[in-house]
Structures are given as structure tokens and as C-alpha cells.
């Protein structure tokens, strides 16, 4: 073992809440490259093809990165998180007022029910701002104070 990982005799443990968060923003990272390939909504506006695959990797680099932060423990990805969940919920907001049910059908092919569109998206973002809620009182488990990742 290194130095680094023992403090006074007692070896230094990862909380299991960096552990559950690194394991969530990993499936954010799959999910997200899974994306690839298909239209995807972006403050309001539909993309395809191109501008959409350059969306969706640029979210996917920037959920790599949030999981290596997290696997880290950098405390600069503390701040990432939270202004990306921020990002994620304006985002989403904006999709659900600006986007109808009739464009999503377009992109869709078949009927979409606009009423549990919005439950969907509203369930969403009540998801990510606990989500949230729960990274800022972690903010103590975030000890790695390098500014770089390697």
C-alpha cells in the first residue's frame, strides 16, 4: 500500500456514496453513448445526424469526465455536477415548453401522449434535483484538491 492511503494505522475508505455516484454517472456515460445515432432534443430544438451526434458526444465526454472526477473524488467535479445537473434541468424545462407533442411525433413515427410526456419530464427533473440534493451534502467526501485528472 501506498502512503497516501494510510492515515494514523487505519486504512482510508471510499464512502459508499462516491462509489453509488460513480457507478450512476458510469450508466449516465452508456447511456448517453447508446444515444448515438438518434435525433436528440437540445434547449428546444430537435437535432439529427451530425450536429446531433456532435451533441451526444460532447455529452458523453463530459459524462467521462464527471465518473473519472467522481472515481477521483476531485473536488473541482463537485462543482461540475451540480452546474451539470443545473444544465440537465434548464435543459429539460426548456424541451418540455418549447418542443410539442406533435414534433415528437414527427421524429417519433407513432402518437405521443403529451400528458405523460410531461409527467415523464417532470419526473425527471425531480429525479436529477434530489440527485443534486444529495451531491451537495456529499461536498465533504470530495478531498482530491488536484486540479487535473491525471
Known amino acids: 500500500m501506498e502512503d497516501s492511503d494510510i492515515h494514523d494505522g487505519h486504512e482510508l475508505r471510499r464512502p459508499l456514496a462516491m462509489t453509488l455516484l460513480s457507478g450512476l454517472y458510469l450508466f449516465f456515460f452508456l447511456l448517453t453513448v447508446s444515444s448515438y445515432g ?5 434547449f428546444g430544438v430537435i437535432y439529427h445526424d451530425t450536429t446531433a451526434a456532435i451533441l451526444v458526444f460532447c455529452d458523453s465526454l463530459i459524462c467521462l469526465y464527471l465518473f473519472l472526477g467522481l472515481m477521483k473524488c476531485q473536488s473541482l467535479t463537485w462543482y461540475l455536477l451540480l452546474g451539470y445537473n ?6 429539460t424545462l426548456t424541451n418540455m415548453l418549447v418542443i ?3 414534433d415528437l411525433e414527427k421524429v417519433v413515427g407513432e402518437p405521443v401522449d403529451s400528458m405523460r410526456v410531461v409527467a415523464n419530464n417532470m419526473s425527471v427533473i425531480a429525479a436529477i434535483l434530489l440527485l443534486s ?13 488536484s ?3 491525471f
Open 147 to 149: 486540479k487535473y485528472l
Open 133 to 145: 440534493g444529495f451531491i451537495f451534502r456529499q461536498r465533504n467526501s470530495f478531498t482530491n484538491r
Open 100 to 102: 410539442t407533442a406533435a
Open 86 to 91: 443545473t444544465f440537465e434541468v434548464v435543459n
Open 38 to 42: 438518434y435525433p436528440i432534443p437540445f
